[in-house]
């Protein structure tokens, strides 16, 4: 069993930075695939960015590459999303997951254990 807990978001203008940090328990967190997913208003959960349990694959959508950067540290138990260059478009609820044996990093039904979310907002 696996419980993440997501931090860092909040309001921020467009242009403009945040950080989002999911912190896992267990110990075989680094045994683990983990994802950034995203909710907007009144649209379906979608994909933002994977890495892979060992951290060499990253894997991003579109409309976040260049921009987000995803990582993760073993030793803390942790991953990050770093977002930069924030729109607008980017407002939502952003989830972490994670999952064993995950072959595409993209897909939402690959991982095992979610993450309640944290509200980021975009302002223009």
């Known amino acids: 069993q696996v419980q993440l807990v997501e931090s860092g978001g909040g309001l921020v203008q467009a242009g403009g930075s945040l950080r989002l940090s999911c912190a896992a328990s267990?110990?075989?967190?680094?045994?683990?695939?983990m994802g950034w997913f995203r909710r907007a208003p009144g649209k379906e959960r979608e994909f933002v960015a994977g890495i892979s349990w060992h951290g060499v694959t990253t894997n991003y959508a579109d409309s976040v590459k260049g921009r987000f950067t995803i990582s993760r540290d073993n030793a803390k138990n942790t991953v990050y999303l770093q977002m930069n260059s924030l729109k607008p478009e980017d407002t939502a609820v952003y989830y972490c997951?994670?999952?064993?044996?995950?072959?595409?990093?993209?897909?939402?039904?690959?991982?095992?254990?979610w993450g309640q979310g944290t509200q980021v907002t975009v302002s223009s």
């Open positions: 267990g110990r075989t967190f680094s045994s683990y695939a």
């Open positions: 997951a994670a999952g064993v044996g995950v072959r595409s990093l993209w897909s939402q039904g690959e991982y095992n254990y």
